[in-house]
Structure formats: structure tokens, C-alpha cells
């Protein structure tokens, strides 16, 4: 599965985005899907993750309460909306496909090249 991201900017502190991450191909859902970010000078690190029905969701601790994923079958497209973004936020954003629900990067084998989200404070 290929993997398009998409929705980043710049924005101030408590603001919000919403991400999006379109696939392709006719199994997208059968994947768990996932994103992470990256911030310079730091590893990448988990975000958030759904399962391939939309019911089950896994969030990092940081973005718990802020954040929610979600998924379209039909539209072939995962989502990442952002509320109260603040400056620690900061990152490329990254969305992935796996097999399997999971925290772990190195359960999802295919990734989007990347989108940029900065927040100003």
C-alpha cells in the first residue's frame, strides 16, 4: 500500500489541525493504521494507531485527550485531527500501514513520506 500525508502547517499554540493520510489500494481496510512524528534532533516516536475496523485505538500518554484517529474505508483514508496543539507538537508527522494494531513502528511496514506541523507558542 502506498501512503499519501497531508494537512500540515503552521499554527499557534492551541490551535488545531486535522491530518490526512490517503492510501492506496484495495485492501486498506484490513490495515491497522498508525502515525508518528519525528522532531528534529529527536527519534521518531508513536502518536496514535487504529485497527483496521475503526473500533480500537492506541494514543501515546502526550497526546491522549488532544488528539483522536480515525478511519474511512470507503475513502481509502486515515485521519489525525489535533486539538490544543502546543510547541512540544512540533514534528513531522508520519502516517503508517501494518497488519497489526500496535504502538511499535516496526510492526507497520509501509510509510507516507511526511508532513510538517509547526507550532508557534
Known amino acids: 500500500v502506498q501512503l499519501q500525508a497531508s494537512g500540515g502547517g503552521l499554527v499557534q499554540t492551541g490551535d488545531s489541525l486535522r491530518l490526512s493520510c490517503a492510501a492506496s489500494g484495495r485492501t486498506f481496510s484490513s490495515y491497522g493504521m498508525g502515525w508518528f512524528r519525528q522532531a528534529p534532533g529527536k527519534e521518531r516516536e508513536f502518536v496514535a494507531s487504529i485497527d483496521w475496523s475503526g473500533r480500537f485505538t492506541y494514543y501515546a500518554d502526550s497526546v491522549k485527550g488532544r488528539f483522536t484517529v480515525s478511519r474511512d474505508n470507503a475513502k481509502n483514508t486515515v485521519y489525525l485531527q489535533m486539538n490544543s496543539l502546543k510547541p512540544e507538537d512540533t514534528a513531522v508527522y508520519y502516517c503508517?500501514?501494518?497488519?497489526?494494531?500496535?504502538?511499535?513502528?516496526?510492526?507497520?511496514?509501509?510509510w507516507g513520506q511526511g508532513t510538517q506541523v509547526t507550532v508557534s507558542s
Open positions: 503508517a500501514a501494518g497488519s497489526v494494531l500496535s504502538r511499535d513502528a516496526r510492526n507497520f511496514a509501509s
